[in-house]
């Protein structure tokens, strides 16, 4: 199946700058067409490609769901970290309120 390949206007580069609160100069709108044209032909390219035989997918590895079990493992000493602490509040590091 190949899809007809949709030509970006200046209507569309016009309805695209409403959306998006912009103003373009015409430089920008003539670049802005000839990049989105080039993205529109590469995508429209895909539907030339023969996919007969290929299952779908929602992602490209068959893996689910790999997590390791949650199961705790030693760590640092908390005395040998906070030795470096220049303020601390107990068993944290203490730092400044950033929020009132």
């Known amino acids: 199946m190949h899809l007809q390949r949709s030509r970006v206007d200046d209507s569309l580069i016009s309805y695209l700058e ?4 912009l103003t373009l100069s015409e ?4 670049r802005m067409t ?7 032909d590469s995508i429209a390219r895909l ?3 023969d ?3 290929v299952s779908e997918c929602t992602h490209p590895f068959d893996k689910a769901n790999v997590f390791r ?8 000493d908390r005395e040998l970290i906070l030795k470096n602490a220049p303020v601390r509040n107990e068993e944290f590091f203490a730092a400044p309120k950033t929020i009132d």
Do not use: A, H, M, Y
């Open 18 to 21: 409403e959306l998006s609160c």
């Open 27 to 30: 430089e920008e709108k003539i």
């Open 34 to 40: 000839k990049d989105l044209q080039k993205i529109i």
């Open 47 to 49: 539907s030339e490609l």
């Open 51 to 53: 996919t007969e035989g």
């Open 69 to 76: 079990n949650d199961e705790v493992q030693p760590s640092f």
